[in-house]
């Protein structure tokens, strides 16, 4: 076995041991109970999901096996010179469970170098889509068009044994997050730059790579990828991108289906869809007010509109956080660092001024701070890359290295197949008259 999966492994050994403990003599404790609301009402603050890679708290946002965004910032490895964390040191973390010395994260950006070969039929496959088809239709169809390489599916076909799953879906989460900066700059090339690529630099870092396959070579730019791939990559258990790879993969589905479908989920306006929304939304607000530099007044007059409109703020609230996202500070740190003077990154700071008051006024905003949609694509527009359509696939490929370390561990602790009940609204009304606990 490899150095890093033997590592995993004995961490994944004594898990269970302790888990097996802990149930065996508290198993029947309570951890919470459930009222009706909440089973109408998306489930918030039901805690019913173990995830060993992060822990969001709703005050002080997400620390990845304790650490804070800040405390990774400073503790991961970095390139030589670099001021920003490799995205291979957080994806150890998770999956090992402690800091990674700088020789860890080099060999596992050499791992991915090695295994981030993409069969010509996925390729094949995007370029059968429309050239209108959004970037993350292309970008689930490829890593769909990709299964066909799941160790996990041959093994199960030739019929392995169960406490051996956690082996080939080691193995696939490696094979697929080293291969997805491939397809994804593939995708952005062949709708944006004339179907013209740039092949992978066997030197480069993961997420350096990825800005290089692009078209990318500025080195701030690269520093924003190994920022963006680190703070994207896991938000706890209960999102609906971490929740649903989670869920497709207690039914066995293998890595590339389960990673797919929590993709499927990221797609979406009120998650990971979110980035592009914002960058549209500020786009828009300059093209009717005719300045790209508008007064906060302005920005007042504009959120008011979009609420009138019957539609959200996006970028702004949050199911679980109820404080400004430390993922939306640590772009604003980057902001300060690297572009102070850029008018659309200060206009992204004067909506951080003006709409959380607004949203507050509204009574019903149970967090009415910036997530971390709200500052990431003015980012991504300094340095040119202004085709928004395309920025959830970068939050896809950062959330790989989150999702894929979970269902790797989701495997080794043998975790069943997910299948909470439901009821119906009639059984709910008998059970209001009395008529006994018909869910039982
Ligand atoms: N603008 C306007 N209204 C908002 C709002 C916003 N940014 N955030 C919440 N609300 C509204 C809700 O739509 C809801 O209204 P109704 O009662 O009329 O349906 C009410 O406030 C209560 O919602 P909530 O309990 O505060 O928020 P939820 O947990 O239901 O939803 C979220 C959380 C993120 C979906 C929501 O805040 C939202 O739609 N934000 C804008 C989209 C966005 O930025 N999504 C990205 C989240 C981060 C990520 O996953 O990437």
Redesign the pocket.
Known sequence: MGIIKDRFKAKADAANAEIKDILKTHGNKKIGEVTLAQAY??M?GITGLVTETSLLDAQEGIRFRGYSIPELQEKLPKVPGGGEPLPEGLFYLMLVGELPTEEDANHITSVWQRRSHVPNHVFHTIDALPINTHPMTMFVTGVMALQTESNFAKEYAKGINKKEYWNPVYDDAMDLIARLPRIAAYIYRRKYKNNEHIQPNGLLDWAGNLAHMMGYENESFKELMRLYMTIHAD?EGG???AHTTHLVGSALSDPYLSYAAGMNG?AG???????Q??IKWIFEMQEQLGTDDPTKEQIADYVQK??AGG??????????LRKT?PRFTAQMEFGKKHMPDDKLVNTVWKVYET?PPI?ES?G?????W?????HSGALLVHYGLVEYEFYTVL?AVSRALGVLASLCWDRALGLPIERPKSVTTEAVKEWLEGKGEIWE
């Open positions: 009402q998306g918030r938000h999102n609906v991108s990221l306006p009120l998650h990971g869809l979110a980035n929304e914002v979009t609420l539609k959200v703020v996006p970028g702004y609230g949050h199911a679980v996202d709409v949203l509204l019903k905003v149970k967090n009415p910036p997530n971390v949609d709200a939050f």
